[in-house]
Structures are given as structure tokens and as C-alpha cells.
């Protein structure tokens, strides 16, 4: 059974850091992509930032810049540092991992609020 479970958010006022943090298991798991996606209250989920196995990323254009996704293969942990938060990164955080055989995984999400 693949499970993910995130961590790190919190509150923070304009301008600040916060680093998140999703942990993945599984027996057989084969993790390829992994990304993080964002749901502000009234809004539709949105993607934010993804690596894959080789390390390739990619970002929104809305964060770019601010946030870094970067992955511990030896610890299962792919991490989201953000910088420079806006009130508008204010949202519930998701990691999902799209494995090699096509399936998607989501975490149950963590909630980031930025303060002005």
C-alpha cells in the first residue's frame, strides 16, 4: 500500500520561508514523477512544482523563482522550500507521485497560510 504524508505547513507572515516536506512508502513503489499541487478555498486545485526521477524540474510560473523542489531518494522525501510568501500562496499544499506504471498518489495535504 503507497502511502504519502506531508508535513511542514504552517503559518507565516508575507516575505517569510516555509519548507514542506512529503514523505512516501510503499512495497514495490516505483515513484517517477513527483509534485506538488495547490487549493486555495473557492479555487480549483492547482499545479505548483514536480520532479522527476532524473531530477528535472519544473515550476509555475507563479512561483518560479520562490519555490525549489528538490528530492532524498535515500530518504523517500521530496521537499518543497518556499521563499518569499505571498497572501496568495495561501492555500492546502498536496504532494502527488505519479508512479512508472501510470497511477497517481495523493497526500491527505498541508495547510500553508501567509499573513500581510
Known amino acids: 500500500q503507497v502511502q504519502l504524508v506531508e508535513s511542514g505547513g504552517g503559518l507565516v507572515q508575507a516575505g517569510g520561508t516555509l519548507r514542506l516536506s512529503c514523505a512516501f512508502s510503499?512495497?514495490?513503489?516505483?515513484?517517477?514523477?513527483i509534485g506538488w499541487h495547490r487549493q486555495a478555498p473557492g479555487q480549483q486545485r492547482e499545479w505548483v512544482a514536480a520532479?522527476?526521477?532524473?531530477?528535472?524540474?519544473n515550476y509555475a510560473d507563479s512561483v518560479k523563482g520562490r519555490f525549489t523542489i528538490s528530492r532524498d531518494n535515500a530518504k523517500n522525501t521530496v521537499y518543497l522550500e518556499m521563499a518569499s510568501l505571498k497572501p496568495e500562496d495561501t492555500a492546502v499544499y498536496y504532494c502527488?507521485?505519479?508512479?512508472?506504471?501510470?497511477?497517481?498518489?495523493w497526500g491527505q495535504g498541508t495547510q500553508v497560510t501567509v499573513s500581510s
Open positions: 502527488k507521485i505519479r508512479s512508472f506504471e501510470g497511477n497517481d498518489y
Open positions: 510503499g512495497r514495490g513503489f516505483r515513484p517517477y514523477v
Open positions: 520532479i522527476t526521477t532524473g531530477g528535472s524540474t
